[in-house]
C-alpha cells in the first residue's frame, strides 16, 4: 500500500467540486482511500484520522488545496493525483471558456450588478458570517447557506437585518423560494398565493411541493434556518417573515413550518397572530404544542402533507370537510395497500428500516410511525433511550437520517451522492428480519440530477438479493419534488415503480404505509 | 424606510459567493447572478485577521 500527496498553493475550489473529484477518483481500480481538500485545520484532522496526512501536509492553510491518495502501489497513487488534477482544470477552464467576468470581491459584484437585491452566501462558516454582514450593510437581502457560525453572530446579522428591512435567511438555511426563483436546495413550484416562513429545509421543500403538486401556488417561501426559533436567536426572522407576508399583497394564505421552537418563541409567534396577522394561517410544528397557534387563531396540521393540503384547500376555494374526505379516502388506500403487502412475507420479517437524506422527513417519519408502531431506534432518534450503539448498524424498526454528521464527513450530502444509501440498502436487504424499506427522494436544484438512475438498479439488486432468500421487501419511496423540477418527479416515480418500489404521496403517506404493514406482522413495540 | 416585503415587488437579481452549483441554477431559471470569485485572504488566522480589521480601521 502507498500514500502520496501533493500541495497547490493558492488553488481555491468549492467544497461540492472537491468532493466531487474525490469521488471519482475514489472509484478508480486500486484506489483504497483519496482526499482532495483545502488545507484547512478541519481538514487535515480528518487526513490524520483517515491515515492519510503526508508532512508536506502539516503547515498548509486554508488556501492551499491538498490532494492525498492511498492505492494499492505507487503507480495508482500518481494515476489518481493526475485523474484528480484533470478534473479541477476542467471544472476551472468551463468557468474560463464562457468567458464570464467573476468580481474579485462582493464590492466588485455590486458594482457590475448595481441592481442586485440577494446575497447568498456558502461560503465556511468562519467566514460567511462576516460577508453576510458586509451585504447587509450594503443594503443587501442575505441567504446564509453556511453553517458553524456562531450564534451571536446570527443574532447580530438578524437584529441589524430587522432594524433596516432585511431579509437574513440562516445560517444553515438550505432552501428558499423568492419571487419564484429556487435558491438553493429548492423544488421549481407553481407561483400562487401561499407564502411560507419555515425554519426547516426538507419541511419547507415538502410543504411547497404537496402545495404545487394540488394545483395550488407559493408566493413567496422564506427560510430562517433551525436556530431561529430557539429562545436564544428568539424567532427574530420568522416573526419578520411572517410580517413580510402579512404585507405582501400577492399572499392570501400563510403555512408555517418548523420543528417544536422554544416556548417562548412559540407565544410571541401566537401573539403575532392574534394581533396582527389577518390572513389565514395553517402551522405545522412537527412533534410541537399544537394548542398554542390554535389559540392564536392558526390551523395546526399534524403532518407537513396535511399543511400543503390546507393552504392548497384555502388557495383553491375547498372547504375544510373536502380537504377531511380527502384525506379519509387517502388513508384508506393506505391501509388497503398495507394489507395486501403484509401477505407476502415470512414469518421472521417484521421491521422497517428507514433510509433518509432529509433530517426533518426522518424527523416527521418517527413521529408518525411512534403512533403506530411505537418508538424506532435510530441515529437521531425522538427518544434519547432508542439511540442505535453503532449508527452503522440497524436494529428492530430503524430509521436512520444519513445526513448526520457521522455518516457525511468529507463526502456530499446523502441527497447529492447516494452511493452511502446505496450500499446501506444492499446491507439491509440481507437481514432475514427486515420486511419494508423504506426511502426519501428529494427533488430539485442542488439534490442528485438522476436520482431513479441511481435508485432502480440498487433496487432491483436489493429485491433479487431477498428473493434468493425466500423473502420479498417491500420498498416503500416519497419524492419530495415536482413534476417542473429538473429531475421531473413523474419520471422518477416511474423508475422507482419500474424496480418495484410502491410510491406514495407524501413522506407522512410513506411512513404510515410502512408502518402499518410492521404492525400487520407483529413488529410494533 | 425599507421593508422586506419590498423585495417582493422588484426582480430578484443575485450575487453569489461559494458553491457556484448555486448560480448555475438560478442560470437556469433565468435569474440575473453573478459568482463572486472568492478566496480565503492571506489573513486566514483569527490572530492576525483581528490586527488587520483594526490597523484597517474596520473592526
Known amino acids: 500500500m502507498a500514500v502520496k500527496g501533493i500541495l497547490k498553493e493558492g488553488e481555491y475550489y468549492d467544497s461540492v467540486t472537491l468532493m466531487l473529484v474525490a469521488r471519482d477518483v475514489l472509484a478508480m481500480e486500486g484506489v483504497e482511500d483519496a482526499a482532495v481538500v483545502m488545507g484547512t485545520e478541519q481538514n487535515k484532522s480528518i487526513l490524520e484520522t483517515s491515515g492519510i496526512l503526508l508532512d508536506m501536509f502539516k503547515d498548509a492553510i486554508d488556501s492551499d488545496l491538498l490532494i492525498a491518495v492511498k492505492a494499492k502501489d505507487e503507480a495508482t497513487c500518481n494515476a489518481a493525483i493526475e485523474k484528480a488534477k484533470e478534473l479541477l482544470t476542467s471544472r476551472r477552464s468551463k468557468a474560463q471558456e464562457t468567458g464570464e467576468y467573476m468580481p474579485k470581491s462582493l464590492e466588485g459584484a455590486v458594482d457590475f450588478l448595481p441592481d442586485a437585491n440577494m446575497v447568498i452566501i456558502s461560503l465556511a462558516g468562519k467566514y460567511a458570517g462576516d460577508e453576510a454582514m458586509k451585504a447587509l450593510k450594503k443594503g443587501l437581502h442575505v441567504m446564509l447557506f453556511s453553517d458553524n457560525i456562531p450564534v451571536e453572530k446570527e443574532i447580530e446579522l438578524k437584529k441589524y437585518g430587522k432594524e433596516h428591512g432585511l431579509l437574513v435567511m440562516g445560517p444553515d438555511c438550505g432552501t428558499a423560494i423568492i419571487n419564484g426563483a429556487p435558491l438553493c436546495f429548492a423544488n421549481v413550484v407553481n407561483r400562487g398565493d401561499i407564502?411560507?416562513?419555515?425554519?426547516?429545509?426538507?419541511?419547507?421543500?415538502?410543504?411547497?411541493?404537496?402545495?404545487?403538486?394540488?394545483?395550488?401556488?407559493?408566493?413567496?417561501?422564506?427560510?430562517?434556518?433551525?436556530?431561529?426559533?430557539?429562545?436564544?436567536?428568539?424567532?427574530?426572522?420568522?416573526?419578520?417573515?411572517?410580517?413580510?407576508?402579512?404585507?405582501?399583497?400577492?399572499?392570501?394564505?400563510?403555512?408555517?413550518?418548523?420543528?417544536?421552537?422554544?416556548?417562548?418563541?412559540?407565544?410571541?409567534?401566537?401573539?403575532?397572530?392574534?394581533?396582527?396577522?389577518?390572513?389565514?394561517?395553517?402551522?405545522?410544528l412537527l412533534g410541537g404544542d399544537p394548542k398554542v397557534v390554535e389559540g392564536a387563531g392558526a390551523i395546526p396540521a399534524n403532518t407537513l402533507e396535511e399543511a400543503g393540503l390546507i393552504a392548497a384547500s384555502f388557495?383553491?376555494?375547498?372547504?375544510?370537510?373536502?380537504?377531511?374526505?380527502?384525506?379519509?379516502?387517502?388513508?384508506?388506500?393506505?391501509?388497503?395497500?398495507?394489507?395486501?403487502?403484509?401477505?407476502?412475507?415470512?414469518?421472521?420479517?417484521?421491521?422497517?428500516?428507514?433510509?433518509?437524506?432529509?433530517?426533518?422527513?426522518?424527523?416527521?417519519?418517527?413521529?408518525?410511525?411512534?403512533?403506530?408502531?411505537?418508538?424506532?431506534?435510530?441515529?437521531?432518534?425522538?427518544?434519547?433511550?432508542?439511540?442505535?450503539?453503532?449508527?452503522?448498524?440497524?436494529?428492530?424498526?430503524?430509521?436512520?437520517?444519513?445526513?448526520?454528521d457521522e455518516f457525511t464527513v468529507g463526502r456530499p450530502h446523502p441527497m447529492i451522492d447516494f452511493a452511502l444509501r446505496n450500499k446501506k440498502i444492499l446491507e439491509e436487504a440481507e437481514d432475514k428480519e427486515v420486511a419494508v424499506i423504506l426511502l426519501d427522494v428529494v427533488l430539485g436544484y442542488g439534490s442528485n440530477m438522476n436520482p431513479g438512475d441511481e435508485l432502480n438498479p440498487v433496487i432491483k439488486q436489493a429485491k433479487e438479493t431477498a428473493e434468493k432468500g425466500g423473502r420479498n421487501i417491500t420498498f416503500v419511496c416519497t419524492i419530495t419534488g415536482t413534476d417542473k423540477d429538473p429531475q421531473g418527479r413523474g419520471k422518477v416515480k416511474q423508475q422507482l415503480e419500474d424496480a418495484g418500489a410502491i410510491v406514495v404521496a407524501s413522506n407522512a403517506a410513506a411512513s404510515k404505509l410502512a408502518s402499518y404493514i410492521v404492525k400487520n406482522l407483529g413488529g410494533a413495540k | 424606510m425599507r421593508k422586506i416585503s419590498d423585495l417582493f415587488k422588484q426582480e430578484l437579481q443575485a450575487i453569489n459567493i461559494g458553491l457556484v452549483s448555486f448560480k448555475e441554477s438560478l442560470e437556469d431559471v433565468e435569474v440575473k447572478v453573478i459568482q463572486v470569485d472568492w478566496r480565503p485572504s492571506a489573513a486566514t488566522d483569527d490572530e492576525t485577521r483581528d490586527a488587520l480589521q483594526k490597523l484597517l480601521g474596520t473592526k
Open chain 1, 315 to 404: 388557495s383553491k376555494g375547498k372547504s375544510m370537510d373536502e380537504f377531511k374526505k380527502l384525506l379519509e379516502e387517502r388513508e384508506k388506500e393506505l391501509l388497503n395497500l398495507a394489507e395486501k403487502e403484509s401477505k407476502n412475507k415470512t414469518a421472521a420479517q417484521k421491521f422497517v428500516r428507514g433510509l433518509y437524506t432529509g433530517g426533518t422527513l426522518c424527523d416527521e417519519a418517527m413521529l408518525i410511525s411512534r403512533t403506530i408502531i411505537g418508538e424506532v431506534y435510530g441515529n437521531a432518534p425522538l427518544n434519547p433511550q432508542f439511540k442505535l450503539e453503532d449508527s452503522w448498524r440497524s436494529k428492530e424498526n430503524t430509521f436512520v437520517d444519513l445526513g448526520e
Open chain 1, 195 to 284: 407564502g411560507i416562513v419555515a425554519a426547516s429545509g426538507t419541511g419547507l421543500q415538502e410543504v411547497s411541493a404537496v402545495i404545487s403538486n394540488e394545483g395550488a401556488g407559493v408566493s413567496q417561501a422564506i427560510g430562517t434556518g433551525g436556530r431561529d426559533v430557539k429562545k436564544d436567536v428568539g424567532g427574530i426572522m420568522f416573526i419578520e417573515g411572517i410580517k413580510a407576508l402579512e404585507e405582501d399583497p400577492e399572499t392570501k394564505y400563510i403555512a408555517l413550518v418548523s420543528k417544536p421552537p422554544h416556548p417562548e418563541v412559540l407565544e410571541k409567534v401566537a401573539a403575532l397572530i392574534k394581533i396582527e396577522i389577518k390572513k389565514p394561517v395553517v402551522a405545522i
